[in-house]
């Protein structure tokens, strides 16, 4: 697991009857598809709205996370392949491709014609159930158990409310996409290798527009942490 992590506080429990995003829905059918069985993600879904689950760090291909039940307590990885250099480097460059991509990234938002340009790239963004690892300290002999899918029943809900929480299981943290759409749009040298004029002292800072976005989504992100999140 990468050492750069990034932990997102317990979620309150909650009651059903919410339907998500579509590209959390597309998560909660892997989910689904690595189960079991029935009784398996039944269980496992009762202890993700029962706030069973602490607080979950990602990091590239992996989310740790302990979960409660009765008196015992589990650890449990979670973890997705992550993209390969080629694939990453393609997913960063389809972002710059359109300027409202980066806007609605940042905003909570996955569009469908984005997600739908990375596959047709050849990019798999969204995991399917085989894709799926998990390992837990119960005595479960299958994998995933139900507090591995009681983790990722609520790795879906973060994705739901930020897609950075999807890329960053895919091995691109926000830090890391933002960087990267930096360096593709930073001032190049001209063809006679002198240096762009205010290009010297290195590259510059993102842009204070995309900064002051990049706070108000974390500022709405804590205030959302107040309630509940709605069910899937």
Known sequence: MSAAGTTHPRLPARRGGGSGTWWSKAVIRSVEEAAYSAEDLKRG???ARAGAVGAITVS???????VGEGQDAFTVEVTVPVLD????SAFTELVAAEAGRIA???AGELPHAFVEAVEEAGVELLPYGGELGSACTCEAWL?????ALAVLTQLAWLIAADPFVLTHLRGLS???????????????????????PGAED???????????????????????QESPFDAM
């Open 85 to 88: 250099d080629s694939d990453a």
């Open 60 to 66: 590239d291909g992996a989310a740790v996370a302990a």
């Open 104 to 106: 609605a990234l940042m």
């Open 202 to 224: 290195g590259p510059h800072e993102l842009d204070d527009l995309v900064v002051a976005e990049d706070a108000a989504v974390r500022a709405a992100r804590l205030l959302q």
């Open 174 to 196: 926000r830090e890391r996409v933002l960087r990267e759409l930096h360096r593709i749009h930073q001032p190049q040298a001209v063809e006679d290798g002198d240096p762009v």
């Open 45 to 47: 879904r009762a202890l």
């Open 143 to 147: 994998d995933p158990c139900p507090h």
